[in-house]
């Protein structure tokens, strides 16, 4: 008898050290986000604000490290290389949406679970003591100084980029890009005159604007937006009609995980996530920062991105900047 309740309290005990190690409710270690670009940037400031609240709900430390490179490319490659086991997230952004026809890597949405939390519009933005002072002057810049008008943007064929195309591809000149780490570094690039230009969010720029370090010339908005303190800003479609179809044009953000990893983390994560992006603190965040507060849950984020990577693949396809058809990764036509 005596030696019966040895035998059960040592299988007590492997039970529970068993336990210990792999039946521990996720997550048991701190959280590392590889986000997709510089400090500053959208991508960066959405992740960081999530992270925070996140983190408080969780009971971990989420940790933000900045990985910027390939538009987004070089964090999204790191990310699935590392052990699936949701511990390390993609600080993600819409250049996701275009990495297979420009031929930046094999991923696409289909990937990963992600969580977009906001979204925002392009600007147009240069120094207040430019020649440049209207879209009329940016517009007659781009006919008449070609790939001498200089812009600062945070990545080929990003958001800010594309909205660039459409309006050359409507309107007519040229430009040459100027890749900086982040939409705020492209942004701080055009104060110190480094650039003609800056094509950041409007969200990256808006202290600048609001400081009056740069002048907003228009947003890829698709109406005429007030900012506090500047007044008026127009939209682009009152230069270029023919592209209003697809404003409000720019990028979102959020968060993602590889589609394989455990699912008590994808349940973990759709809990936190829900309460974080609803949190008074968070909102603030977003409209503080001149953005759009989305709060998608998982599900509608898949069928958003569906829908996006079909819009810019096929966009870019027509403006004759990808590298690869659309067709080659059987990516529908938008409807």
């Avoid at 983190?55 to 699935?80: D, E, K, R």
């Avoid at 740069?214 to 800003?233: H, M, Q, S, W």
Wanted: with cysteine; hydrophobic share 45%; glycine share 10%.
């Amino acid at each position: 008898m005596k030696k019966a309740l040895v035998m059960l309290a040592v299988l007590g005990l492997f039970v529970g050290v068993f336990a210990g190690m792999g039946w521990a409710a996720y997550p048991t270690r701190p959280i590392t986000v590889i986000v997709q670009f510089g400090a500053g940037g959208a991508t960066d400031q959405v992740n960081r604000a999530l992270a925070a609240e996140m983190q408080q709900i969780l009971g971990v430390p989420i940790n933000v490290i900045n990985m910027p490179g390939a538009t987004g490319a070089v964090a999204t490659a790191y990310v699935m290389g590392q052990p699936h086991d949701g511990y390390i997230w993609l600080g993600l952004s819409d250049n996701i949406r275009m990495y297979q026809v420009m031929d930046l890597g094999p991923f696409s949405y289909k990937d990963f679970h992600m969580w977009i939390a906001a979204a925002g519009v392009a600007t147009i933005c240069v120094k207040p003591d430019s020649p440049i002072k209207t879209m009329d002057d940016f517009i007659k810049a781009m006919k008449e100084m070609g790939k001498d008008l200089t812009l600062a943007n945070s990545g080929i064929a990003n958001g800010w980029h594309i909205a660039l195309e459409m309006l050359k591809k409507s309107v007519g000149g040229d430009f040459k890009i100027v890749v900086y780490p982040s939409g705020r570094a492209a942004a701080a690039a055009a104060v110190a005159g480094e650039t003609k230009a800056g094509i950041p969010g409007l969200m990256e720029a808006i202290d600048l604007i609001k400081g009056g370090q740069l002048r907003i010339l228009a947003t890829f908005n698709d109406e005429d937006i007030e900012i506090e303190g500047v007044g008026k800003v127009p939209t682009v479609a009152k230069w270029a009609p023919d592209i209003k179809k697809y404003l409000p044009f720019g990028g979102w953000w959020g968060i993602a995980v590889p589609r394989d990893v455990p699912q008590e983390v994808v349940d973990a994560i759709d809990k936190a996530y829900a309460k974080a992006v609803q949190s008074p603190k968070f909102k603030e965040f977003v409209q503080k920062q001149a953005m759009v507060y989305l709060g998608y849950d998982r599900q509608k984020s898949e069928e958003y991105a569906k829908r996006e990577t079909s819009l810019v693949s096929w966009l870019l396809h027509e403006l004759k900047l990808a590298k690869k058809s659309p067709e080659d990764f059987k990516i529908p036509k938008p409807e």
